[in-house]
Nanobody, 126 residues
Framework: QLQLVESGGGLVQPGGSLRLSCAAS????????IGWFRQAPGKEREGVSC????????NYADSVKGRFTISKDNAKKTVYLQMNSLKPEDTAVYYC???????????????????WGQGTQVTVSS
């Protein structure tokens, strides 16, 4: 059964760091773009960062550029999101998802992705 499982969330102080993991099972990770998305209470789900199937291309939302880094280890079937210099406005449930087709990483639009994980909560607060 196709599955994506997020982990690594938690409570962190402003300026701190977290690394999220997205573990894939039952499909070949290197055939798909993967995206990280987040949803804060009362807001729509938004794209945070996306990575191409071979891991060679990435896309970041303006709000996280320079602070977050996405990476992909196809051998370990895991995609990571390293989050540094966290801000209170980064507080949200973070989800990973698999693309429906090619080039989805370019727009990192949630409509181009499916097979969502259950999410992991990230809370940035002092």
């Amino acid at each position: 059964q196709l599955q994506l499982v997020e982990s690594g969330g938690g409570l962190v102080q402003p300026g701190g760091s977290l690394r999220l993991s997205c573990a894939a099972s039952a499909f070949t990770l290197d055939n798909y773009d993967i995206g990280w998305f987040r949803q804060a209470p009362g807001k729509e789900r938004e794209g945070v960062s996306c990575i191409s199937s071979n891991g060679g291309s990435t896309n970041y939302a303006d709000s996280v550029k320079g602070r977050f880094t996405i990476s992909k280890d196809n051998a370990k079937k895991t995609v990571y999101l390293q989050m540094n210099s966290l801000k209170p406005e980064d507080t949200a449930v973070y989800y990973c998802a698999r693309s429906w087709g090619s080039w989805a990483w370019r727009t990192c639009n949630k409509r181009a992705f499916g097979s969502w994980g259950q999410g992991t909560q990230v809370t940035v607060s002092s």
